[in-house]
């Protein structure tokens, strides 16, 4: 979330970097309510110290002029307040300022190759697809999933369900013992005051999958990614400068409507409604942020690395990035059966965008500020399966096993 202050002094920066967004943001609009909101505020004060200098008169005649003081400030108030809620609802509604290095475009087609990791693997067999080859060995069941679930669900049966297993025990004793993060079990149901910290609401709320309880006025919510949850660990406090840099990994279901994917891969398990996923979240200095996201993005590459599976580093253009989002390294996996590689993972450092909805801060010797804020898919878990199943598949349809998996996977060198 952005400042009011801060775009008051730099109006036409904000309009032509949120441009750059793909946003379309009525400034005029923004600076005309917080100009009311000033005015507003200016009468309501001379009021307040008119009353207060009538309160100290003990003359009977000014207790009528005391009253309607009172109204005309009651009134002043509540017509802030109207005000003030607009500000609010516009501010965010703002997405965050790309990072200067970030380069400008509308869509994909402006996002910059890094570099690419890894040999992709040359068949001397015909190709099958995850679908093709789980539903043959029956292990990946759509029919059933349907049947219970609708659409974009699946059922894992026997080594399928424990090569999911297996790849979650992985990345979590990766992540923890080779990059020191901290394990956490968080909730998967979170209030709506959560899902705005972290700019899922309320811009995206259609994608949002909401839990209708009995008391009407409390919402909540499945989380989308452990994202939610883990950022908000720092939320309404102020941390110790020595304690940072905070660095939380969780492995969690996340459940996404797909709203604005109609007939977007509609078959097998690249899009689906319940998912998987390992993620990393930072808290650090914002000074720290950048560097910070390039020890991310290495700590999810080297679960690519280890499994032997090709991929290439895409910087996503300002205009497809994340909604909070100033910087995002992109993860993409080679899927052999689409002859492309396909996203698998998002590292993002949000800045202190996150922290202000928030009201995450830090104390150092300078003083108190906002934190800032990574995250990372490392990786996400069913998208991680359809590579693998798909690059280690044998000519009878059976899929090797990776070295690094099989004490996972109590020692099976196939499934």
């Given amino acids: 979330m952005h400042d009011i202050k801060d775009i008051r002094k730099n109006l036409e920066i904000y309009k032509k970097k949120i441009s750059e967004r793909n946003s379309s943001i009525n400034f005029e609009s923004l600076i005309k309510l917080d100009e009311e909101n000033r005015g507003l505020i200016q009468k309501k004060e001379k009021n307040e110290q008119e009353k207060k200098l009538l309160s100290k008169s003990k003359d009977p005649s000014n207790f009528e002029l005391s009253k309607k003081i009172t109204i005309e400030i009651n009134s002043l108030s509540k017509a802030q307040t109207e005000i003030q809620n607009k500000i609010f609802n516009i501010l965010s509604s703002i997405p965050n300022i790309a990072h200067e290095d970030v380069p400008i475009g509308q869509d994909e087609k402006s996002n910059k190759l890094i570099y690419k990791k890894g040999t992709i693997r040359k068949f001397d067999f015909s190709i099958k697809s995850h679908v093709d080859i789980g539903e043959e060995n029956n292990q990946i069941d759509f029919k059933n999933s349907s049947k219970l679930s609708g659409s974009r669900f699946v059922i894992l049966n026997s080594n399928f369900a424990l090569l999911e297993r297996a790849l979650i025990n992985f990345m979590l004793d990766t992540h923890i013992s080779n990059f020191s993060y901290k394990e956490i079990s968080p909730p998967l149901l979170v209030n709506e005051n959560v899902m705005y910290g972290t700019g899922q609401l309320p811009k995206f709320e259609e994608d949002q999958f909401e839990i209708k309880l009995n008391n009407e006025e409390e919402r909540k919510f499945l989380i989308p990614t452990a994202e939610?949850?883990?950022?908000?660990?720092?939320?309404?406090?102020?941390?110790?400068?020595?304690?940072?840099?905070?660095?939380?990994?969780?492995?969690?279901?996340?459940?996404?409507?797909?709203?604005?994917?109609?007939?977007?891969?509609?078959?097998?398990?690249?899009?689906?409604?319940?998912?998987?996923?390992?993620?990393?979240?930072?808290?650090?200095?914002?000074?720290?942020?950048?560097?910070?996201?390039?020890?991310?993005?290495?700590?999810?590459?080297?679960?690519?690395?280890?499994?032997?599976?090709?991929?290439?580093?895409?910087?996503?253009?300002?205009?497809?990035?994340?909604?909070?989002?100033?910087?995002?390294?992109?993860?993409?996996?080679?899927?052999?059966?689409?002859?492309?590689?396909?996203?698998?993972?998002?590292?993002?450092?949000?800045?202190?965008?996150?922290?202000?909805?928030?009201?995450?801060?830090?104390?150092?010797?300078?003083?108190?500020?906002?934190?800032?804020?990574?995250?990372?898919?490392?990786?996400?878990?069913?998208?991680?399966?359809?590579?693998?199943?798909?690059?280690?598949?044998?000519?009878?349809?059976?899929?090797?096993?990776?070295?690094?998996?099989?004490?996972?996977?109590?020692?099976?060198?196939?499934?």
């Fill in 228 to 415: 939610v949850v883990l950022t908000n660990l720092v939320r309404d406090t102020t941390t110790e400068f020595k304690l940072l840099p905070l660095r939380y990994v969780a492995s969690t279901p996340c459940f996404r409507k797909e709203a604005g994917s109609y007939g977007k891969d509609t078959k097998g398990m690249m899009r689906q409604h319940q998912f998987y996923k390992v993620e990393l979240v930072s808290i650090v200095d914002p000074k720290k942020c950048l560097s910070e996201l390039d020890r991310m993005l290495n700590c999810a590459e080297e679960i690519l690395k280890l499994l032997e599976i090709p991929y290439r580093v895409v910087l996503l253009s300002s205009g497809d990035m994340g909604f909070s989002a100033e910087k995002t390294f992109d993860i993409e996996a080679w899927i052999p059966s689409e002859d492309r590689y396909r996203e698998i993972s998002s590292c993002s450092s949000c800045g202190t965008f996150q922290a202000r909805r928030m009201n995450a801060k830090f104390k150092s010797p300078h003083g108190t500020d906002f934190v800032g804020t990574l995250n990372g898919s490392a990786l996400a878990v069913g998208r991680l399966m359809i590579t693998l199943i798909e690059n280690y598949q044998n000519a009878d349809g059976s899929v090797s096993v990776p070295n690094v998996l099989k004490k996972y996977m109590n020692n099976l060198d196939k499934i």
